[in-house]
């Protein structure tokens, strides 16, 4: 899995940044992750090894910007650059989730037309109120790969007014870390079922740190905690 964190840090927004990783790990360093900067990766796509192939190997998923929002403000000038870059790289597909939906316009290239045909944008919805507002505003953006992550899921939420054909799939998962919120299974199946009804593809990613199942709380090691989202089973593609 490729990963490119062209700038690193972030600012909270919404009730799913509360026990952000980024924050979690930088503050294991001592470091202040609302402190927002540029990477030394942040030409990374265009890097080339000794051999003169690139770094990022055609064909590669590129999971983008894991370590901030790639539409945070801060970053509103490096982003012509990344997305040139991404334009260029026309040979990876850049995989993007962001909690800022609202800003995607900004900067955005003048030659996007209906969207790069190699960027998935997905938008985190946590909460329903979360939903309520940025679904609409990714619907109707020109955006060719459109997917929604409801992780770390903290309520129930009803999707089932967004599922629409350009949704290419859905993803779910809890919350990780010490200060893990809870994570229902309920909540889980729920949104699966509003899937299958929808025929939109769906993904039980990982059951988080916390996890209720028939009212029973269960606390899942890191490491388990994808293969106990697994089992359950409840996969699901259209
Ligand atoms: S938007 Fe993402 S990276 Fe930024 S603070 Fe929230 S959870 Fe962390």
């Given at each position: 899995?490729?990963?490119?964190?062209?700038?690193?840090?972030?600012?909270?927004?919404?009730?799913g940044?509360?026990?952000?990783?980024?924050?979690?790990?930088?503050?294991?360093?001592?470091?202040?992750?609302?402190?927002?900067?540029?990477?030394?990766?942040?030409?990374?796509?265009?890097?080339?090894?000794?051999?003169?192939?690139?770094?990022?190997?055609?064909?590669?998923?590129?999971?983008?910007?894991?370590?901030?929002?790639?539409?945070?403000?801060?970053?509103?000038?490096?982003?012509?650059?990344?997305?040139?870059?991404?334009?260029?790289?026309?040979?990876?597909?850049?995989?993007?989730i962001?909690?800022?939906?609202?800003?995607?316009?900004?900067?955005?290239?003048?030659?996007?037309?209906?969207?790069?045909?190699?960027?998935?944008?997905c938008?985190t919805c946590e909460?329903?109120?979360?939903?309520?507002?940025?679904?609409?505003?990714?619907?109707?953006?020109?955006?060719?790969?459109?997917?929604i992550i409801c992780e770390p899921l903290l309520?129930?939420?009803?999707?089932?007014?967004?599922?629409?054909?350009?949704?290419?799939?859905v993803i779910v998962g809890g919350e990780s870390?010490?200060?893990?919120?809870?994570c229902?299974?309920?909540?889980?199946?729920?949104?699966?079922?509003?899937?299958?009804?929808?025929?939109?593809?769906?993904?039980f990613k990982q059951?988080g740190?916390?996890?209720?199942?028939?009212?029973?709380?269960?606390?899942?090691?890191?490491?388990?905690?994808?293969?106990?989202?697994?089992?359950?089973?409840?996969?699901?593609?259209?």
């Amino acid at each position: 899995m490729a990963q490119w964190n062209p700038w690193h840090g972030c600012r909270k927004i919404s009730a799913g940044c509360q026990n952000c990783y980024v924050y979690r790990i930088d503050s294991s360093f001592e470091r202040d992750a609302s402190t927002i900067t540029k990477t030394a990766a942040y030409n990374l796509p265009l890097k080339k090894t000794r051999n003169g192939k690139y770094k990022l190997t055609p064909g590669e998923t590129v999971y983008t910007c894991f370590t901030s929002d790639f539409f945070l403000e801060e970053a509103d000038n490096w982003r012509i650059d990344a997305w040139r870059m991404i334009q260029y790289r026309s040979d990876l597909h850049f995989y993007i989730i962001t909690k800022r939906i609202d800003r995607f316009g900004i900067n955005l290239p003048p030659d996007w037309g209906d969207g790069y045909a190699n960027v998935t944008i997905c938008s985190t919805c946590e909460t329903q109120d979360r939903a309520d507002y940025r679904l609409p505003i990714l619907l109707n953006l020109p955006i060719r790969h459109k997917a929604i992550i409801c992780e770390p899921l903290l309520e129930q939420i009803n999707l089932s007014s967004w599922l629409l054909n350009s949704i290419e799939n859905v993803i779910v998962g809890g919350e990780s870390g010490n200060e893990a919120r809870i994570c229902n299974y309920d909540w889980v199946y729920n949104i699966y079922t509003q899937c299958i009804e929808k025929k939109v593809p769906f993904h039980f990613k990982q059951t988080g740190a916390r996890f209720v199942k028939d009212g029973r709380l269960f606390n899942i090691k890191r490491q388990d905690q994808h293969s106990q989202a697994t089992k359950a089973g409840i996969d699901f593609c259209s």
